[in-house]
Nanobody
Framework: QVQLVESGGGLVQAGGSLRLSCTAS????????MGWFRQAPGKEREFLAS????????YYSDSVKGRFTISRDNAKNTVYLQLNSLKPEDAAVYYC???????????????WGQGTQVTVSS
């Protein structure tokens, strides 16, 4: 069973930074593209960024406006999301996700972590 565990969320002032981590179970982490999403209260889940199996390709939503960076360390079964220049509107629960076996870094995403809360104060 695939397990994804996010960490690194917390409270930060506007303009600050956080680095989120997502650690996956199993020995086949490098076989799958990974992505980051977020969901704010009353809003639908929003795609943020994805990264290919080897880390050679990345894709970002235009909404991140160059502020977020996705990376991965396959030796640690971990994918990261660096959040810079945070704004109050970035406050949300941030989720990592793994693609289906037949997918790529563009999707589809079929496994999800529990989420980590990011709160941005003004």
């Amino acid at each position: 069973q695939v397990q994804l565990v996010e960490s690194g969320g917390g409270l930060v002032q506007a303009g600050g930074s956080l680095r989120l981590s997502c650690t996956a179970s199993g020995r086949t982490f490098s076989n799958y593209a990974m992505g980051w999403f977020r969901q704010a209260p009353g809003k639908e889940r929003e795609f943020l960024a994805s990264i290919s199996q080897s880390g050679g390709s990345t894709y970002y939503s235009d909404s991140v406006k160059g502020r977020f960076t996705i990376s991965r360390d396959n030796a640690k079964n971990t994918v990261y999301l660096q959040l810079n220049s945070l704004k109050p509107e970035d406050a949300a629960v941030y989720y990592c996700a793994r693609t289906a076996p037949y997918g790529n870094y563009l999707g589809p995403y079929t496994y999800w972590g529990q989420g980590t809360q990011v709160t941005v104060s003004s």
